[in-house]
Every structure is written in C-alpha cells, then in structure tokens.
C-alpha cells in the first residue's frame, strides 16, 4: 500500500444548534473509492463543506477508471488529508479497516463515494456523541429523513430480511443495519475486532458493536440510490453471502470486548494529529 502524508487544515465555524464542543472534536471521514471517477470529486467538494474539524481518508481500492490518477490532485487542492491506494481491488471491507487503522479523530464515520448519502447530514449525526447519549450512530434510510429515490424494490427488501436477521442474532432494534452511515468514538472503533474483506464489513461492525454494549443511536437520512447502469456494485450474490457474515460474525470468533467506555464528550480526548 503507498500512503499519502496528513495535511494541515484549519478549524471552521462550528454549525448552529445546540452548544456542543463541535471546536473541540475532529470527525474522521473514511471514504472508500473503487472506480468512482464521475463522482468523487464532487462529494470530496460536499464533505469539505461541512463545518466541521475534518480528517478526510480516501482509500483507492486498485481503481481502472483514472480514480486513482485524479485523487493525487484531489490531495494537492486540499480535498484529501490522508490518500491511502491499495496495491489491488481486496473489497470494500478492506479498504474501510485501512481507513479506520489511519483514522486520527475523534470519531469515525464511513462515507461511499458515489453521491447515494448526503454528507451535510453528518453534524446532525454527530450530535448524540457529543452529547455523551451515544458510542454509536447509525444513518437510517428507512426513518423517513428526507427524499428517497424510488427504486429497487427487490434491494429494498433484501436490506429489511438483512436487518431483520441481524436483529435476531444482535438483539438490536435497527431499522437499516446495511447503511453506509455508521460513526463511532474512535477509542470504541479501536477494540472491535474486524476482519471482512467485503461488503460483509457491515453486519461484521453492527455484530461488534453489540457484543461490546455500545449504545447505538439511528437517526433518519435521505436516500439517493442509483441503478446498475450509474455504476451500483452490490449485486445478489453479495446479498446472500451477507446471510453468511450475519451467522458468522455473531457466532464465531473473534469477538468484541465489552466496551467500558464512560460515554461522555470530556473523555474523548485529543485526535492523533
């Protein structure tokens, strides 16, 4: 793997709402990038918008589109603070853990690059860790947050079969356990123990998370899904292998510390910068 070296950034405003330590509290943003060339520019563009202390960590995960010839450039602009390329494509799950391992924030955050998730809702997100209430903040696409784009019924479906199973074997009440939006305290992220290598990476993290007793916060988002012909790359076969990681991740070792964590924003510390 090359990497990239962390770039200085300056601090925002913080966002209006409530008086929470948002000077105080840098999130780190893992985005994941496998053949995204018509995208990630712009929602690079999107997350640098956000007022918030940023740690913005792109891992190319062996991209043939010019993704990885653009995301250099991308770094130069300031777009990137830490640009990690995997020798070869190993699946999305790879190229989540290689950000988290990189992650220098206070709290981590998985963010796709293909435009299906607003990063403006992030703050929003964010607040039930800063208030101390939550370890853990999943984006839920089925709460009725926002817009939805209508379409793949069958996707749909198969995401509620996913979540409904997961539930069983966490004891979880989740709405939406396939989203890409789970944020976590980094000192939490550290203890879990994971190991998929692809899309398997989300029910693996959910399963974690309950066996260490993080308490998990679902907020509503908006959803704007695309179609195989926009460049989607979960097919069927990834929704029935995630059956598998449901069983395996809740049954097998290895598995997650209990997490004695305090959960209030005074223990969050300082970021690795």
Aim: charged share 25%.
């Amino acid at each position: 793997m090359t990497f990239w070296p962390v770039s200085p950034r300056g601090r925002p405003s913080p966002p209006e709402g409530p008086p929470l330590p948002w000077d105080d509290v840098v999130l780190s943003v893992v985005i994941p990038t496998f053949n995204e060339i018509r995208t990630v520019e712009r929602l690079l563009q999107r997350v640098r918008e956000l007022p918030l202390r940023l740690d913005v960590v792109v891992v190319d995960d062996g991209s043939t589109d010019g993704t990885r010839d653009l995301l250099p450039a991308l770094r130069d602009r300031g777009l990137v603070d830490q640009l990690i390329l995997h020798e070869r494509n190993r699946g999305k799950g790879a190229a989540v853990r290689t950000g988290f391992a990189a992650a220098t924030g206070h709290v981590v955050v998985i963010q796709d690059a293909d435009l299906e998730y607003d990063p403006h809702e992030l703050p929003r997100l964010l607040e039930p860790i800063l208030e101390g209430s939550a370890d853990a903040v999943f984006g839920s696409r089925f709460l009725g947050g926002g817009p939805q784009r209508v379409h793949m019924f069958w996707h749909y479906l198969g995401n509620r079969m996913l979540t409904f199973v997961s539930n069983v074997f966490t004891d979880l009440n989740l709405t939406d356990m396939e989203t890409c939006y789970k944020m976590v305290r980094r000192d939490l992220l550290q203890t879990l123990p994971l190991t998929r290598e692809r899309f398997g990476i989300e029910p693996e993290i959910t399963a974690r998370l309950s066996q260490a007793g993080a308490r998990i916060y679902e907020m509503p988002i908006s959803y704007r899904g695309r179609s195989y012909a926009d460049g989607k790359k979960i097919g069927w076969k990834d929704g029935i292998a995630a059956f598998w990681h449901i069983f395996r991740s809740n049954l097998l070792p290895p598995k997650a510390p209990r997490w004695e964590g305090p959960g209030f924003v005074e223990t969050l510390g300082s970021p690795d910068r």
